[in-house]
């Protein structure tokens, strides 16, 4: 699986120490004055000083000021029981034995005044509007390279630059419609700019489950605060993400690499969110330069594919010819125009790191403007004299890779050893084209609950921008604050160890400077705060089908690939009730020899049918409990994963209550957990319902046709689940072979109904 590019995880800056004092602009060879010795004063986002707190988060300072460590420690534990219990993890590709880690979170917000909100929002937008401009102009008319202002030999030489992509002409012209733009806040409390995604930025998820858990955990402290409003955010991207083409209501789909992405939590939920459907590339096919979904009913076509999979791999015949993530022959349909890719290929030119320093100059050029947000220093290593000085000041600087992402494949040049130092220089000189570096900068740091009270800690922020088709843009009032956890650093990389917490803009409109108190929210009804506590209850979303004036007459898109899933989940469950009834069984002793012997002869147990009945029984009794026990409850994690996009949340945390269970080692509670889960399982959409529920019948059937019992019962109940299949498909001819087979009783028309049920399924994937 490949990483996303930008992921949410992906930042760079680190370590304090000195830098060169004079700055010059992104064209000219840098100059290397005299550096300082002192180091210097980080800002503190909550206070003006050790005693006052800054206006804006004085009910926030005063909260911090009458709770202790252990009610703060205590907070932090609820949240990260809720994380887990929602299943909030993120990907680890470098450490083998354990992929999927809890992302740490503190409770203590991160304050911003709206009226510095303001100033982010105009600095953001101006960017992105830019940036958008200078995509659009490299894939045609290229004036900003004949100008001289880009060197062309930056833009051609970048890993990201896609020949594809020269003289499209899109049915709206932008090409990064969903943009991460990461800050951070200098000694001065100025905010400048540390880099630009606009491949494909992660982490909006956690924005909004860190809203959620400041929400249900700080309610009395939230409710009399003027908090401006984030969780309307998947509602903008979805419009955002229709403004994209001209044509009316569009199919909307999010396309993933699958659950072993590092940020496939967050494609998920935002397909729930959203109520469009969550894909892989087997689940979609082109024809005539055409995409589709393969669904339940048959094809629908996609007009808008929300990709989060990098360049290489979205076409394997446009591209790298030996990926399985991808689509073949979308890109024929991307330049026929009959389908919208967002983010566009090509777009992750424009958040080169070898063309960051060239952003001021795209805004005068483009806009006529002077950026409202400042770069941070940048040393180019292409060029030989800034090379030079990088070699001398390498214990001074952070050296990155111009394509490198998460945190990997830097120098942090205050913390690294000698040898690695050593070790740097020399990938330095063998490729200074691949490497700019950066002073190191003194980020701000925020108040952070740790294991003896409250200590600073450094912080960055990465708001969300969307791009509309008419050239409007929208940023949610917030975005996600990442924090290192560790004292003195400033790696606020999840990859690395950091964390996030919640980024509350807080309205400032009645504050004067000597007024220390917000707004009073206190009328604010305690209905309205209990109902939108709540706003999720007993929420089933489901993808709909886009075409319908009516949004209850939209039929629920089911793929072939998650319906397989759906099966699969009601057969294990049904399989985890039996293997745990046979468990009980074996330690009551009421199973005979002869009982266990037909059963190790037909189920396929690893004991011995000619041992005694005492080595017998333990030997299934292992088996069980080491082997196909957890193998089950496994099986049923994966499938909980899979069709993630079409069950409930709530569903989902009952199910992932078994995964946290199993790994206790406590099967049996496991195994009680799935009553809970099939309960929930009862009430969704009855489409998901009718596949579970095919799942778990065929799953009695089969084994009654094994053990060689009475499988009446259970082809009847089959067969009442296959006659809620959709109707004029080819599912129809399951009732066919049903039909015989009850008549017949005969092993192979069974034989014929699964050859027929896995043929069907399989279709296109």
């Not at 982010?120 to 045609?140: P, S, V």
């Not at 499988?711 to 689940?721: G, P, Q, R, T, V």
Request: hydrophobic share 35%; aromatic share 8%; charged share 20%.
């Amino acid at each position: 699986m490949n990483k996303e590019t930008t992921q949410s995880q992906a930042q760079n800056q680190t370590s304090t120490a000195s830098k060169p004092a004079t700055k010059t602009s992104s064209s000219n060879t840098t100059k290397v004055a005299a550096k300082s010795t002192e180091k210097p004063q980080c800002f503190d986002e909550l206070k003006i000083s050790k005693d006052q707190y800054r206006p804006v988060a004085q009910t926030v300072g005063d909260w911090l000021d009458n709770i202790n460590s252990d009610a703060l420690s205590h907070l932090n534990e609820q949240a990260e029981n809720i994380f887990y219990r929602k299943g909030v993890t993120f990907t680890v590709y470098s450490d083998a034995e354990n992929i999927e880690r809890m992302i740490p979170f503190d409770i203590i917000p991160r304050i911003i005044a709206a009226s510095e909100w303001q100033q982010i929002e105009a600095g953001c937008k101006q960017r992105i509007t830019a940036l958008n401009a200078f995509l659009h102009d490299i894939y045609h008319d290229q004036a900003i390279m004949k100008a001289g202002v880009v060197p062309a030999s930056y833009v051609y030489a970048s890993g990201c630059y896609e020949p594809w992509m020269m003289g499209i002409e899109l049915d709206k012209p932008i090409y990064s419609h969903i943009s991460g733009i990461d800050l951070i806040r200098d000694e001065s409390g100025r905010f400048c700019v540390l880099e630009d995604n606009l491949r494909t930025p992660s982490g909006v998820s956690y924005m909004l489950e860190s809203r959620n858990i400041s929400e249900t955990l700080l309610s009395d402290l939230f409710a009399h605060t003027p908090i401006l409003d984030v969780s309307d955010y998947p509602k903008r991207l979805k419009a955002c993400l229709a403004s994209s083409t001209s044509k009316y209501d569009p199919q909307i789909a999010i396309l993933t690499p699958g659950r072993f992405n590092s940020a496939s939590n967050e494609h998920a939920f935002l397909a729930h969110e959203m109520t469009v459907p969550l894909v892989h590339g087997y689940d979609l096919v082109v024809e005539d330069s055409k995409v589709y979904m393969q669904g339940i009913r048959g094809k629908v076509q996609v007009d808008i594919i929300y990709r989060r999979i990098d360049d290489p791999y979205i076409d394997p015949l446009a591209f790298r010819s030996d990926s399985i993530l991808g689509v073949s022959g979308l890109m024929s349909a991307y330049r026929a125009g009959n389908v919208v890719i967002v983010n566009a290929p090509g777009t992750g030119v424009a958040d080169d790191k070898s063309l960051y320093p060239f952003v001021p100059d795209m805004i005068e050029f483009y806009l006529g403007e002077k950026p409202i947000l400042p770069n941070i220093q940048t040393y180019q290593c292409r060029k030989p004299d800034e090379l030079q000085y990088v070699l001398d000041n390498l214990d001074k600087l952070v050296v990155k890779e111009t394509q490198g992402s998460g945190g990997y494949g830097m120098l942090i040049g205050p913390t690294s050893t000698k040898q690695e130092i050593e070790d740097y220089r020399k990938r330095l000189l063998a490729n200074p084209i691949g490497f700019i570096a950066q002073p190191t900068i003194s980020l701000s740091t925020n108040p952070t609950a740790v294991n003896d009270g409250i200590a600073p800690r450094h912080i960055d922020l990465r708001p969300f921008i969307l791009s509309h088709g008419d050239g409007t843009v929208d940023i949610v009032p917030g975005g996600l604050t990442r924090v290192a956890m560790v004292e003195g650093s400033l790696v606020v990389n999840s990859s690395q160890g950091g964390g996030i917490k919640d980024t509350w803009v807080i309205d400032d409109s009645n504050l004067t400077a000597s007024d220390n108190q917000p707004t009073d929210k206190s009328n604010r009804s305690s209905l309205d705060t209990n109902t939108n506590g709540h706003a999720n209850y007993h929420d089933r979303v489901q993808p709909l089908e886009a075409g319908y004036e009516d949004i209850d007459d939209a039929p629920m898109i089911l793929l072939l690939s998650t319906a397989s899933h759906l099966i699969w989940l009601g057969r294990y469950s049904e399989r985890l009730y039996y293997y745990d009834d046979v468990m009980k069984q074996l330690i009551k002793g009421d199973l005979k020899k002869t009982q266990i012997q037909h059963l190790i002869g037909h189920l396929g147990f690893t004991a011995d049918a000619n041992e005694s009945l005492k080595t017998m029984k333990a030997q299934m009794m292992t088996d069980l409990a080491q082997n196909i026990i957890p193998n089950v409850i496994q099986s049923i994690e994966t499938n909980v994963q899979e069709a993630k996009g079409v069950i409930g949340k709530d569903t989902a945390e009952l199910y992932n209550l078994i995964k946290r269970l199993s790994s206790a080692g406590t099967y049996r509670a496991a195994t009680l957990q799935l009553y809970a889960c099939n309960a929930a399982m009862a009430q969704e959409h009855a489409t998901v319902i009718c596949f579970w529920q095919l799942g778990r019948h065929f799953e009695r059937l089969e084994r009654a046709v094994l053990l060689n019992e009475d499988s009446m019962a259970a082809s009847l109940e089959f067969k009442h689940w296959i006659n809620k299949l959709p109707e004029n498909t080819r599912w129809r001819e399951l009732i066919r072979l049903t039909n015989q087979m009850i008549r017949s009783k005969q092993f192979s028309d069974f034989t014929l109904i699964s050859q027929e049920f896995n043929i069907i399924l399989r279709q296109g994937v």
